[in-house]
């Protein structure tokens, strides 16, 4: 079973192989134009993934050393993302599948991420608990199989990558700000400022208030001195990312204690930063739990994980047909 793999959600294209269940290649292409715009733009991603899809998926051919007429289906993301960048995609998976005559199937983004488990050992059994977090969904997911998926508790407002971001932005750190913030934590004070942890009912976040408190505590701050940022730069990032991650981590503790379930993994983009891994890992050991984090090359949007999401739809017989169409705002 040789599955060609294609995502294009956002701004990275990714094409991978994946053979009875080993993954022989992975390659993604980066877009460095949005840094001058501080943010993704939506027109410039789609051109770009015109640009890259056809050397992406020939390298990652050519390192699998798999033939296209070697290939058993073609795998691609429909959603979420953006519309025009799901559409470069899933046109091209469409008409690959087609020209070869072999199956298509259709890959919801947010389940990749937590399927990114299975790629390598360990794997965790289910059902395991994941904290699926990234620049546009903060969600903890209850797996009870891979093609099994419930979201018990999902932030409201605002993601939790969004806020590091737009935090970093406050700051005048470059796009993307998220890693900066994580890099520059490193060497702070975690505890040198305090900002409100929000709350919401149950198992649900909300974003949006810490990112008010930050603007305000940064305005009132600069205006007695404007040196403070470049003065506690370390110390504010090391700060924010703290109160982030105890808002992440305080509704994760009480997922386990509502669900009993004590294998818990972490996915998606935010996944790579450090601070989170540091502290999940701390907490798994306190609170007895087995934690599974993926490695950084899987954390960011990829095509693998498309892959290993594609191989069990496939196993299970779920295909597509030429009648499919992305889905911006694709639901688990």
């Known amino acids: ?5 294609i995502e294009s959600s956002c701004d990275e294209t990714s094409a991978a192989v994946l ?3 080993h993954l022989l290649s992975n390659i993604i292409a980066t877009q460095l134009i949005h840094e001058q715009y501080g943010g993704v733009v939506p027109e410039l991603a789609s051109r770009a993934h015109q640009q890259h899809i056809m050397p992406v998926v020939e390298r990652a051919l050519l390192d699998a050393n798999i033939a296209k007429t070697d290939l058993s289906a073609v795998a691609f993301t ?10 470069v995609g899933a046109s091209f998976a469409k008409a690959l599948a087609l020209g070869l005559n072999i199956p298509l199937i259709d890959v919801n983004h947010m389940q990749a991420h937590v399927l990114a488990h299975f790629i390598e050992a360990p ?7 994941c904290l699926t977090v990234s620049g546009g969904h903060t969600q903890l997911v209850r797996i009870d199989g891979p093609l099994s ?5 999902q932030t409201q407002d605002d993601a ?8 970093a932005k406050l700051l005048g750190l470059p796009y993307p700000g998220g890693p900066l913030i994580d890099r520059y934590a490193k ?8 900002f409100p942890l929000g709350e919401m009912p149950g198992l649900d976040y909300s974003f949006s208030g810490i990112k008010t408190a930050i603007l305000y505590f940064l305005r009132d701050n600069t205006k007695t001195n404007p040196d403070f940022i470049q003065q506690n730069l370390p110390d504010i990032c090391a700060s924010i990312q703290h109160t982030l991650i105890q808002m992440l981590l305080t509704k994760l503790k009480r997922a386990v204690r509502e669900t009993g379930i004590r294998h818990i993994a972490i996915a998606g983009g935010v996944s790579a930063n450090s601070g989170l891994r540091s502290a999940l890992t701390q907490l798994g050991d306190e609170q007895g739990w087995t934690v599974y984090i993926p490695r950084f090359e899987y954390c960011t949007d990829n095509a693998a994980m498309i892959a290993m999401a594609a191989q069990f739809k496939y196993e299970a017989g779920i295909f597509a047909d030429q009648t499919i169409s992305p ?4 639901h688990v």
């Open 1 to 5: 079973m040789n599955i060609l793999a």
């Open 19 to 21: 053979s009875n269940g």
């Open 78 to 87: 429909r959603g979420p993302g953006l519309l025009g960048s799901l559409l």
């Open 123 to 129: 794997r965790p059994p289910f059902p395991f608990l």
């Open 149 to 153: 998926m419930t979201v018990i508790g």
């Open 160 to 167: 939790v990558g969004e806020a590091f971001d737009k935090s």
């Open 187 to 194: 060497a702070g004070n975690p505890l040198a400022f305090r």
């Open 327 to 330: 889905l911006p705002r694709l």
